[in-house]
């Protein structure tokens, strides 16, 4: 079983930053990527960020230029640097993983809330 700790959350003001941080309990090499996702209240989850075992990278349109995914391999961890925050990015923010290997399972971390609120 894969465990994925995120850390990193909390209260900040719009145009503000904020780091956060998924630490996986396996090599980061055994997964095809790792990604960041979020939930709003009343809404459904979607892709923040991906970053696959090469290091391409995906965002989505709404965080382009202003979210930056990267990962310390040595570390096992990936990151989310979230820099001129706006209220609309509050949510909880969840890190996910995809096996290498089939049945290719998907891993998801417990969440952490990120707000943005002045």
């Known amino acids: 079983q894969v465990q994925l700790v995120e850390s990193g959350g909390g209260l900040v003001q719009p145009g503000g930053s904020r780091r956060l941080s998924c630490t996986t309990s396996r090599s980061i090499f055994d997964f095809n990527g790792m990604g960041w996702y979020r939930q709003a209240p009343g809404k459904e989850r979607e892709l923040v960020a991906l970053?696959?075992?090469?290091?391409?990278?995906k965002y989505a349109e709404s965080v382009k230029g202003r979210f930056t995914i990267s990962k310390d391999n040595a570390k096992n961890t990936v990151y989310l640097q979230m820099n001129s925050l706006k209220p609309e990015d509050t949510a909880v923010y969840y890190c996910?993983?995809?096996?290498?290997?089939?049945?290719?399972?998907?891993?998801w971390g417990q969440g952490t809330q990120v707000t943005v609120s002045s």
């Open positions: 970053i696959s075992r090469a290091g391409s990278i």
């Open positions: 996910n993983s995809i096996d290498s290997v089939p049945p290719f399972q998907n891993y």
